[in-house]
């Protein structure tokens, strides 16, 4: 059942059967983009096959489709050779609600994926609902990738999902993307700009340069459902999680002090009379401060631990007087510093 349980369903696949094709044109479509059968600009090993090219790694029994991976010298030289689905020939949609319900791999190089990209396969925008990563089986990822807003990643800790099925959603509205395991909210993002277009879905079994010789193989990834439901104006998901923005590299002259611009948080769900702490800090290797705000209370100025609390707006308005001066307390001045916010 998605969040919320009273949206409109558009699509579902329970593999009863599997219809497919390379192109899409009939069911699954068995090729990435651009009819590409892997990215090596992401280092992955593996060719992603179908019927038409030689090997099918692609099985169903009892309501559940088995993508099989196979170490094997594919078409173009590469070691394994595994499967890909999308909707891209069949199905987009702009908001709402995406799930898959499934049973993950989760040996050393075993990369398993469930995520969107736009219709129109413009730009580089991308919502990865659930990527598993390595041989970590306590762990997966959801991110999101933007032009607009950069990229924004939150570990999800789980049970062993080699072990049962489990379900993994994302609720995506024009405000927030809300990521679900077994239909509990795990984590939350604001929807950047420029994530405004239709998307389709795609599940993969990708292999990582992670992978050993003892991982063994063939190597499985389950799938017993994937869904889609509408998205309802009425139902606008829950509020973004507190939003924390920080720039990147910044240049500065030992011993002066350095505006740190481009730090700020905002409170997306505006509760006013709602508190938060923003902590900073640098290593113990400079001095950290900012201008005095009504509203705020802040420990550590001068030091390089520095906590601020008060309403989102007024911490944000004390971050943007945020200075740091390379100036340790008890050793020479460092060429490079990190901060932390």
């Known amino acids: 059942m998605p969040y919320p349980a009273t ?16 192109d899409g044109s009939i069911g699954w479509q068995t090729t990435l983009p651009h009819h590409l059968r892997t990215l090596r600009t992401n280092g992955e090993l593996q060719y992603y096959s179908d019927a038409s090219v030689g090997y099918d790694p692609f099985s169903v029994e009892n309501g559940t489709l088995d993508i099989t991976a196979r170490h094997a010298t594919s078409p173009d030289g590469l ?14 949609q702009l908001y709402g ?6 049973e993950m791999p989760t040996a050393a190089g075993m990369w398993p994926a469930f995520w969107l990209l736009p219709a129109d396969l413009a730009g580089t925008r991308e919502i990865d ?15 999101v990738h933007s032009p607009a807003n950069g990229n ?8 062993d999902r080699s072990l049962a099925f489990h379900d993994y959603g994302v609720y995506w509205t024009p405000r927030s993307l809300s990521f679900y395991f077994d239909n509990a909210l795990v984590a939350d993002m604001p929807t950047p700009a420029d994530m405004d277009v239709p998307m389709f879905m795609i599940a993969n079994l990708a292999i990582s340069a992670a992978v050993s010789a003892d991982t063994p193989f063939p190597a499985h990834m389950l799938i017993q459902s994937i869904d889609a439901y509408a998205y309802d104006p009425a ?13 990147g590299a910044l240049a500065g002259n030992i011993g002066q002090p350095l505006a740190l611009a481009g730090v700020a948080v905002a409170d997306f769900d505006r509760d006013a009379a709602g508190s938060v702490t923003v902590a900073i800090n640098d290593k113990a290797l400079g001095l950290l401060r900012t201008n005095p705000q009504a509203g705020v209370v802040a420990t550590g100025e001068s030091g390089w631990n520095l906590r601020l609390t008060g309403s989102a707006d007024a911490v944000d308005a004390a971050l943007q007087t945020l200075e740091y001066q390379n100036i340790p307390q008890a050793a020479a001045a460092s060429t490079q510093d990190t901060v932390t916010v």
């Open 7 to 22: 949206l409109m369903q558009t699509f579902a696949s329970n593999f009863d059967d599997f219809r497919n094709s390379p």
């Open 129 to 143: 609902v659930m990527e598993g990563f390595a041989s970590d089986p306590l762990h997966y990822r959801a991110a």
């Open 97 to 102: 609600y995406f799930s898959m319900r499934a």
């Open 152 to 159: 924004a990643a939150a570990p999800i800790g789980t049970p």
């Open 79 to 92: 070691p394994f050779e595994s499967g890909v689905i999308s909707t891209e020939g069949s199905f987009s």
């Open 235 to 247: 139902e606008p998901g829950p509020p973004p999680l507190l939003h924390v923005a920080v720039p």
